[in-house]
């Protein structure tokens, strides 16, 4: 998709002690300008199916079609899009490995936020590119579920609030202000601490909150075998896809 590809593979530890073969994808559209936008989501899925209603399934890996895939999928139209109509902002998608190697939850040792975003933490460290530097970041997770709702997210508020603001102000412009809630949505371990602390690129995540859901607070097929391509909606896609092309063809 006319793109300039960069792999980054490594070997990183994981909580359980596995040497586990890292590799983070970045996709670049004019490189050589120094003024860009980060795009960035997971590529990984979870090895570990533990918030799945049934303890049989708890060691089984998920699809990961919203934890993880709905965000590429994302990217990819997106790149698509600039294939044909090239923004005048620079733009990096990145796909990070391991975010979703976090200690599982039927683990009876120590837990630790670390043992999440491998990938991410490894990208902050060790950039793709010596010196990289981007405007800000905006983290995709989990953007593919129905009627979910995207609050703004602690983390995203304190590093990163002008873009909280312009991402949520552009989507209540489209009329889409229903799903994107100008309210608290608590604090996430997640992609986009190590951009804004380590990388020092002020970053933000757009993440479902389900304020009622019994099964997880990230909605009712987080970590289950339910993370499959029937419980995706294509509309949601398209609604935060719309709403990123207008942010990004908007930055001159
Ligand atoms: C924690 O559960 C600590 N963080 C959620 C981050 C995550 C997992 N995003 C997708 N899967
Ligand atoms: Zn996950």
């Known amino acids: 998709?006319?793109?300039?590809?960069?792999?980054?593979?490594?070997?990183?530890?994981?909580?359980?002690?596995?040497?586990?073969?890292?590799?983070?994808?970045i996709a670049s559209y004019k490189p050589e300008t120094g003024k860009r936008v980060l795009i960035c989501a997971h590529w990984d899925s979870r090895p570990w199916a533990d918030n799945d209603p049934d303890p049989k399934n708890h060691h089984t890996p998920i699809d990961g079609a919203d934890d993880g895939a709905s965000g590429v999928g994302i990217?990819?139209?997106?790149?698509?899009?600039?294939?044909?109509?090239?923004?005048?902002?620079?733009?990096?998608?990145?796909?990070?490995?391991?975010?979703?190697?976090?200690?599982?939850?039927?683990?009876?040792?120590?837990?630790?936020?670390?043992?999440?975003?491998l990938g991410s933490q490894y990208w902050a460290r060790t950039p793709h590119v010596s010196g990289y530097n981007a405007r800000f970041g905006i983290l995709l997770d989990m953007v593919g579920n129905r009627n979910s709702s995207f609050y703004q997210e602690y983390f995203s508020v304190r590093n990163a609030k002008s873009i909280v603001k312009k991402v949520w102000n552009k989507a209540h412009e489209?009329?889409?202000?229903?799903?994107?809630?100008?309210?608290?949505?608590?604090?996430?371990?997640?992609?986009?601490?190590?951009?804004?602390?380590?990388?020092?690129?002020?970053?933000?995540?757009?993440?479902?909150?389900?304020?009622?859901?019994?099964?997880?607070?990230?909605?009712?097929?987080?970590?289950?075998?339910?993370?499959?391509?029937?419980?995706?909606?294509?509309?949601?896609?398209?609604?935060?896809?719309q709403v990123l092309m207008e942010v990004i063809y908007n930055e001159h």
């Open 1 to 25: 998709l006319g793109a300039t590809v960069t792999e980054q593979k490594d070997n990183v530890k994981g909580w359980d002690g596995n040497q586990l073969k890292m590799r983070n994808i």
């Open 174 to 241: 489209m009329g889409m202000g229903g799903r994107f809630p100008k309210r608290d949505g608590g604090a996430i371990t997640d992609d986009h601490i190590p951009v804004s602390e380590i990388a020092k690129i002020p970053c933000i995540d757009i993440i479902p909150m389900y304020p009622d859901c019994k099964e997880s607070s990230f909605g009712p097929t987080w970590h289950t075998l339910g993370d499959n391509i029937s419980n995706i909606d294509p509309a949601t896609l398209g609604m935060v896809g």
């Open 75 to 117: 990217m990819v139209e997106l790149a698509r899009q600039f294939q044909q109509n090239m923004p005048e902002i620079g733009v990096d998608l990145i796909c990070f490995d391991m975010e979703d190697y976090g200690t599982p939850d039927w683990y009876e040792g120590q837990h630790d936020d670390n043992t999440w975003c």
